[in-house]
């Protein structure tokens, strides 16, 4: 499996915004963590960026993840990009 990485955007005040929707997308996470996709994946501090490491057939499998996720349908995350990474260590 490849290695990707995701980094990505939220919305403006997004603590309030997320809301309705936070349930369902922890749970989507916790599905995909146990299917062995997803690595990890968090805010940043300041609540502006996210990020996540992925293992995936492809990089498509990982943007199809994300543009179901609660958060991308509803505009909680912006816009986001994801790379292959390479681990060195």
Same mark, same amino acid.
């Given at each position: 499996?490849?290695?990707?990485?995701?980094?990505?955007?939220?919305? +403006?005040?997004?603590?309030?915004?997320?809301?309705?929707?936070?349930?369902?997308?922890?749970?989507?996470?916790?599905?995909?963590?146990?299917?062995?996709?997803?690595?990890t994946?968090?805010?940043?501090?300041?609540?502006?960026?996210?990020?996540?490491?992925? +293992?995936?057939?492809?990089?498509?499998?990982?943007?199809?993840?994300?543009?179901?996720?609660?958060y991308?349908?509803?505009g909680?995350?912006? +816009?986001?990009?994801?790379?292959?990474?390479?681990?060195?260590?």
């Open positions: 499996m490849t290695k990707y990485v995701l980094w990505g955007n939220y919305c +403006e005040d997004v603590v309030n915004k997320r809301t309705p929707y936070r349930e369902a997308h922890l749970a989507g996470l916790a599905r995909q963590k146990a299917d062995g996709i997803l690595v994946i968090g805010p940043t501090q300041d609540l502006t960026k996210v990020f996540g490491i992925y +293992e995936a057939n492809d990089r498509q499998q990982v943007c199809d993840l994300i543009e179901a996720d609660p991308w349908t509803n909680i995350w912006t +816009e986001y990009q994801v790379k292959e990474w390479i681990q060195a260590i």
